[in-house]
């Protein structure tokens, strides 16, 4: 079973490769050899899927009906971004010069362990999205019922 969690503010190097930190790396190595998927999320931050785990979710976006345009968006966006990588001896990716522009990724960025997949932002939209998401989670009006019954 592959989980991941935390974050990692990491920087890119010159060529735009990125160092998974150990606690990351040990795990992709075992569980996939290194092998994953990235691609473009539409909050602009890219994802970053052990590729087993991304077969999944790639079939479930390969059987959406292609005549609903709301589903062909979601598999524009996802599938067509998809870029396979495979991590180097030293734990690092070359992250491809177009989904680094489509997430605004330069320098430094924030690694975010999320259950079996990564996001990838840009150091300075993570700060700011972060403080707006913690004031939506203090605003409980509009919060689904089973979020209401969750206890932390």
Not at 68 to 85: D, I, K, M, P, W
Not at 97 to 123: C, H, Y
Not at 129 to 134: C, E, G, K, R, Y
Request: net charge negative; proline share 6%; glycine share 8%.
């Amino acid at each position: 079973m592959f989980r991941v969690r935390g974050v990692a503010n990491l920087s890119l190097d010159g060529k735009g490769r990125m160092s998974f930190p150990s606690r990351f790396r040990d795990k992709l190595v075992q569980f996939c050899d290194g092998e994953i998927v990235m691609t473009a999320d539409p909050e602009r931050c890219l994802l970053i899927y052990p590729v087993p785990e991304w077969e999944e979710i790639e079939d479930k976006l390969m059987a959406l009906p292609t005549l609903n345009a709301y589903a062909r968006s979601l598999q524009r966006v996802y599938l067509g971004h998809a870029t396979e990588a495979q991590l180097d001896g030293s734990g690092r990716v070359l992250l491809p010069p177009p989904l680094r522009e489509f997430a605004g990724l330069d320098k430094r960025v924030v690694l975010v362990g999320q259950g079996k997949r990564f996001e990838l932002w840009d150091e300075s939209t993570w700060n700011e999205q972060f403080d707006h998401w913690l004031s939506a989670a203090a605003d409980k009006e509009g919060m689904p019922e089973e979020l209401q019954q969750l206890s932390l």
